[in-house]
């Protein structure tokens, strides 16, 4: 029995280390390749070495497929293409393609020249892992190899996010990524076409979530942001280079633009500046309202927000300041927050230990930190909610759903939401657990034109009602299967045909001459059978379709008539009819 | 199959393929070399123009002089200029499902075709090909529309009046179709009805076909099509370029195992090396440039343009031009060079590359920032101001018809400084220029096109190896200027089928095959056999299910229980469905063990086997049954015995192969 199976190696009943194996009519792909960001040691990556004990991955693998440049997503690629070793083909959308590396390298700064880990992956191994990407188009179907294609659909997210649907013969597997279902200001919202694929793959970071709704959240954020640079305090907004960021840039330069603000917005250099680039060049990529304005005003070039430079921080006087990276575990964000932390009338977001509440912050060096100053939480990631991924279920219409990258308690909600509402069955592996999915593909063969058009035009008939049966040959010839009609299939065999007839002697009383006899049968039959061809010949005999049926007058008994019925094996049931209808005599006839 | 050929124009065809159950409209090019016919459209008043004496008859009859002028010799239309449809009466074309554009200049007479012919269909293309498209045609409405023109001359029309006129108007074809313009508001309700698709995204139509695009390397977006099902391919080439300028490469292996191909859209200047005449797009530049003349280079908004402007980024310097504004004068130009950095994916290697540093692809952003070059939209407004002398300026239409640069070619045509030099290979030089003639400004004719010429394409048919070519009939003779020349026509085996307009061609197609799917528990249930080495037959009895052009065989019913019988039979109910299929046997019956199987296991004791000249005859003496048997048939003559009949009958059976 063929099936489909699926390992999570990274992101089964987790955030993080994305990394999904599945395996599909003979075919293994990986999906992601990503790193975790709670780990510090070996389970940072996923664990390779369950693809294949001894061995090289090469052989195994036939494919990676990265959904986009997050690096829960693409953090290991490296690694694993360099350190663990991989030389086939590694396919993402063109801008993945172009961001991806560039936040490897960040990572790589931070990891190594920061942090000071040894038996990292180094530049170089990022640019020749770089050779090995295969870059897609959305809607484009590549063909991996003559029987593997993957085909990659808009998801929203982030720039060049993508969800993939990986396909041989009719068997098919839908790996979402993460993706969002309504566009934001930068972005448009996922979308999939009703593929029908055996199995959805779905992140579900939102699983038990209905999100209120966007605007909301971003009157929010503007109204704290505004009121604390009205009363001449600083806002420190950590961010990750790519993604949020532009959203919020755009949110604000807009917002800045109403109400005529004047107070500076800065945007911490190298990195997101290089970032906003990429989301001109991009276009395509952003939402239709962005796409379809920027020959007259490219949203990503900002009048208001500039460069950021590390002596502004001591600048009196409000301000606003994107800076990376976003956890403020490290880097600029965390070095200004350092700065501003200690005055009640600045605002900064996220960052996990102060947003727990805990207000003293001890440093390195045992200095201790305290924080005054406001803090804010705030979403903007673009996840799609419990609403959105019911959606996309809906859309392309699955038989089975996995879900992965999530909560294992949310999880379980949305599993049994999906099993309710949609009525399909759903997974939720943890990592190294794996799910089989018997699949029974149907068979393609080729019909010859000849017997489909034969039997169509009969299926348009009105009592078609009935089923009826098709029958013919079908020839296997190494892999080359056809289904033509038996005679067909005899003549290309070279083979005779072997006739079988049949013919009954049914006796009938009648004192007339033969030729009334089968006249009378004849008007019988007529009346009888009324959709069959029934003819009286001139030279006496009469046709049923092709039984044949002729009179004789046997010497010895004139008040009998013998009535020779003969029909071939394909006439088999009306000419066995024929005999029984006879037997029972011919009605009198109307005098 | 076949083909319906609605337009003359080989490098603006419009063609409907009929595939299978699908109308497919490939192509929608728009012929407008009839404007060439028609006086320009000047931006300021002309003088010149308006004072152009009507043209009268032979014998002087000058009914005509309102709407014919005559300037040098040329006999011209004084009225609005008109465009060339497509053939409209061949096919109904509002039984067209879809349309498949392969690149923006092909796609020209779209609204005339969505708008106005009653079609409901989707159009099918990539999005450059869109965006682009809607610039040329933004671009050639405002052309239009700003020049308001009281007249609109149709007497010349009247077929007895056109026999009486000069040539080329003489011999101008179908003048009583031509039209005029679309309005925007049919651009943007044509527009809405495409649909965006990529590279090599394979789109099912209604189940029957399946229709891709793949990159033709000749413009941004630029695609060929293939058309094909399970069994048959027809891949349909429009305007390709196997040259290294902007676009992705052309897509060659996918054209492979083609049983049609349909070639359109080859070099008009088939004898022009492209790059021979950049370089002397260049040192004709330059040397006008140098004298203190100014350049004219009527072009469209999008295209060869981005090529002319990276060439003079990497030449002006050298040559020392650096101070000579560039302007690019067009309403959409803004837009074009906009939408030119953005498509980063539809770029060749090298442009896609700069994209990832994050760098625009093209150094014309470079040029625009250092104020090299600047882009108006046209010569109204900030232009005059900015103006200086000497100058390149490229702006359009290059039927020197209407667009801004009917305003350069009055300004300059009167100095033998400047040049207007030729590149876009759609219009004859000469007839462009000659509503201007006399002329003392210098011309300079390089036409740049980097379709495909014919020594690429007998390249290209050896690598993909069609069954058939189907071509415009231009390209089965040499061009007729140079009959002598029988490298320029295509060569291929069997000879390729040519059209003209409004022709239809049966294609040639045999279809035999069909894909059908299997169910998986049918499947199961086939008893396959071997029959010769590596061939297995089994027989399939199942029921044919077909939705939405997709076939399904699935496994017979069971057989239904007999209803219980509350309602009356009739003897009718009875009747044999006689459509069921019997198989056909093949095989032989051994004789003798046929008999002894009659003995043994039927308990016949009197059976008599008689030799005949073709085989045996069995007796079954009691019974009165007779059994011929011959090497290919066998017949059971007996009495009406239903039992016995049919236990013959099995028996039989039993040594048959059933097919």
Not at chain 2, 277 to 297: I, P
Not at chain 2, 450 to 469: A, C, M, W, Y
Request: aromatic residues 8%.
């Amino acid at each position: 029995m063929p099936e489909i199976r699926v390992t999570p190696l990274g992101a089964g009943q987790d955030v993080g280390r994305s990394c999904i194996l599945v395996s599909i009519a003979g075919k293994n792909v990986m999906l992601d390749c990503g790193m975790h960001m709670g780990f510090n040691d070996d389970r940072r990556f996923p664990d390779f070495s369950y693809i294949t004990q001894n061995g090289r991955l090469t052989d195994f693998l036939d494919c990676v497929i990265i959904s986009h440049f997050h690096l829960d997503h693409c953090g290991a690629l490296p690694y694993f293409s360099e350190m663990v070793g991989y030389d086939g083909p590694i396919y993402m959308t063109h801008p993945t393609q172009a961001i991806c590396p560039i936040l490897l390298e960040d990572y790589r700064k931070i990891a190594v020249d920061k942090k000071g880990e040894a038996n990292f992956f180094t530049s170089q191994m990022i640019k020749d892992c770089m050779k090995k990407v295969v870059a897609v188009h959305l809607h484009q179907t590549v063909q991996v190899d003559d029987e593997l294609e993957i085909k990659a659909y808009y998801a929203g997210h982030v720039l060049g996010a993508a969800m993939f649907q990986i396909k041989v013969g009719s068997e098919s597997v839908v790996y979402t990524g993460d993706y969002n279902m309504t566009p934001d200001r930068h972005l448009g919202a996922a979308w999939i076409d009703k593929c029908r694929p055996n199995l959805l793959i779905t992140e579900s970071t939102y699983a038990t979530t209905i999100r209120d709704s966007k605007r909301c959240r971003e009157r929010d954020f503007l109204k704290k942001v505004h009121e604390t640079v009205e009363r001449g305090g600083k806002v420190l907004i950590p961010v990750f280079a790519l993604g949020r960021a532009q959203e919020l840039c755009i949110l604000l330069e807009t917002f800045w633009e109403r109400m005529n603000l004047k107070v500076p917005i800065y945007f911490s250099t190298g990195l997101t500046e290089k970032a906003n680039h990429y989301y001109k060049l991009f276009i395509p990529w952003t939402n239709q309202k962005i796409r379809k304005t920027f020959v007259q005003r490219n949203m990503f070039e900002f009048k208001h927000i500039k460069a950021f430079d590390r002596a502004f921080a001591d600048n009196p006087g409000p301000m606003v300041v994107f800076a990376t990276p976003g956890m403020l575990h490290a880097g600029q964000s965390l070095q200004i927050f350092r700065k501003w932390a200690g005055n009640e009338k600045n605002m900064g977001t996220v960052g996990h230990k102060i947003l727990s509440g805990q207000r003293k912050l001890e440093m390195e060096g045992r200095q201790v930190l305290e924080v005054k100053m406001q803090v804010e939480y705030m979403s903007f990631s673009a996840h799609a909610d419990a609403k959105g991924i019911m959606q996309l279920v809906g859309q392309a219409e699955p038989e089975s759903v996995l879900l992965v990258h999530g909560e294992a308690k949310k999880m379980e909600f949305l599993k049994q939401k999906i099993e309710q509402e949609l009525r399909v069955n759903c997974y939720m592996p943890a990592n190294g657990e794996t799910v089989t999915l018997p699949t029974s593909p149907s068979i393609p063969v080729g019909i010859s034109l000849g017997l489909l058009k034969r039997e169509m035009a009969q299926g348009l008939l009105p009592e078609a009602k009935k089923p009826r049966l098709l029958h013919g040959t079908l020839i296997m010839k190494d892999s080359n299967f056809r289904l033509v009609s038996s005679e067909q299939a005899l003549k290309e065999l070279g083979l005779a045909e072997h006739q079988l007839r049949f013919t009954c002697r049914v006796h009938l009383h009648d004192t007339r001459k033969e030729q009334e006899t089968a006249l009378r049968v004849y008007s019988h039959l007529k009346s009888v059978l009324k959709d069959h061809c029934v003819q009286h010949l001139p030279d006496g005999s009469v046709t049923v379709e092709s039984v044949l049926l002729q009179a004789a007058a046997p010497s010895e008994d004139p008040g009998t008539k013998v009535l020779l019925v003969s029909w071939t094996y394909q006439d088999e049931e009306l000419g066995s009819f024929l005999t029984s209808l006879l037997k029972k005599g011919l009605p009198q006839a109307p005098s | 199959m076949k083909l319906y050929c609605l337009s003359g124009h080989p490098t603006l065809p419009c063609n409907v393929l009929k595939f299978k159950s699908t109308t497919i409209m490939l192509d929608c090019g728009l012929d407008m070399t009839s404007t060439l016919n028609f006086l320009p459209l000047p931006l300021v008043q002309s003088p010149r123009l308006s004072n152009l004496p009507g043209w009268s008859l032979k014998d002087g009859n000058a009914f005509l002089d309102k709407e014919l002028k005559e300037c040098s010799g040329h006999v011209f239309v004084d009225s609005v200029p008109e465009f060339c449809l497509p053939e409209t009466e061949l096919i109904d074309l509002s039984t067209v499902d879809v349309i498949l554009i392969s690149n923006y200049h092909c796609m020209m007479a779209l609204p005339y075709i969505t708008e106005h012919t009653g079609f409901t269909g989707t159009v099918y293309a990539t999005e450059p090909t869109v965006q682009i498209g809607r610039l040329l045609m933004e671009e050639l409405v405002n052309f239009i529309e700003r020049v308001p023109k009281a007249q609109s001359a149709s007497l010349w029309k009247n077929k007895d009046i056109q026999r009486l006129l000069p040539s080329p108007l003489k011999d101008a074809v179908e003048v009583s179709t031509w039209r005029r313009c679309y309005t925007m508001q049919e651009v943007n309700s044509a527009l809405s009805k495409i649909q965006l698709v990529g590279y090599s995204q394979k789109i099912e139509l209604f189940g029957a076909v399946q229709v891709t695009p793949l990159s033709s390397g000749y413009a941004l977006g630029s695609s060929n099509w293939i058309i094909q099902s399970h069994y048959e391919k027809v891949s349909y080439v429009s305007g390709s370029s196997l040259l290294t300028t902007h676009p992705q490469p052309m897509d060659q292996a996918s054209l492979k195992n083609s049983d049609v191909l349909v070639l359109t859209g080859l070099t008009q200047i088939p004898t022009a090396n492209p790059d021979g005449m950049v370089g002397e797009f260049c040192s004709n530049l330059a040397l006008t440039v140098r004298n203190g003349g100014n350049v004219l280079v009527p072009c469209y908004p999008s295209g060869v343009i981005y090529d002319l402007l990276e060439c003079l980024y990497q030449y002006i310097d050298s040559a020392g031009l650096s101070s000579v504004p560039l302007y690019f004068i067009s309403p959409v130009a803004n837009s074009s060079l906009e939408f030119s950095q953005i498509f980063a994916e539809w770029l060749c290697h090298n442009k896609q590359s700069k994209v990832y540093l994050p760098e625009p692809p093209f150094p014309h952003a470079e040029l625009i920032q250092t104020n090299k070059l600047k882009h108006y939209p046209s010569i109204h407004g900030d232009f005059s101001n900015d103006f200086r002398q000497p100058c390149v300026v490229f702006t359009g239409h290059p039927s020197l018809r209407f667009g801004d640069v009917v305003h350069f070619m009055e300004l300059w045509g009167k100095s033998s400084l400047n040049t207007v030099i030729f590149t876009e290979p759609d219009f004859s030089y000469l007839e462009a220029l000659a509503p201007y003639q006399p002329l003392a400004m210098k011309c300079i004719y390089c036409p740049i096109d980097t379709r495909l010429n014919f020594i690429q394409v007998s390249k290209l048919l050896k690598e993909v190896q069609p069954l058939h070519v189907v071509c415009p009939e231009q390209y089965t003779q040499p061009p007729p200027a140079q009959s002598h020349r029988m490298d320029l026509m295509i060569d291929c085996q069997p000879p390729a089928m040519s059209y003209r307009r409004a022709e239809v061609l049966a294609l040639p197609f045999k279809r035999r095959y069909e894909k059908i799917e299997i169910m998986p528990e049918l499947a199961d249930s086939l008893v396959p056999m071997e029959i010769k080495p590596g061939i297995s037959l089994a027989t399939v009895s199942a029921v044919l299910h077909t939705k939405d052009n997709k076939h399904l065989l699935q496994p017979p019913p069971r057989p239904a229980q007999p209803t219980s019988g509350k309602k009356r039979k009739r003897v009718s109910d009875d009747v044999p469905d006689c459509k069921v299929l019997k198989p056909l046997l093949s095989g032989s019956i051994p004789v003798e063990q046929f008999v002894q199987t009659l003995e043994k296991q039927h308990g016949f004791s009197d059976i008599k086997v008689e030799d005949t000249a073709k085989g045996h005859i069995v007796l079954l003496q009691e019974a009165e049954t007779l059994i011929q048997i011959e090497e290919d048939s066998t017949h059971i003559i007996c009495d009406n015995d239903e039992m016995l009949r049919v236990r013959l009958r099995d028996l039989v059976l039993k040594f048959l192969q059933k097919f």
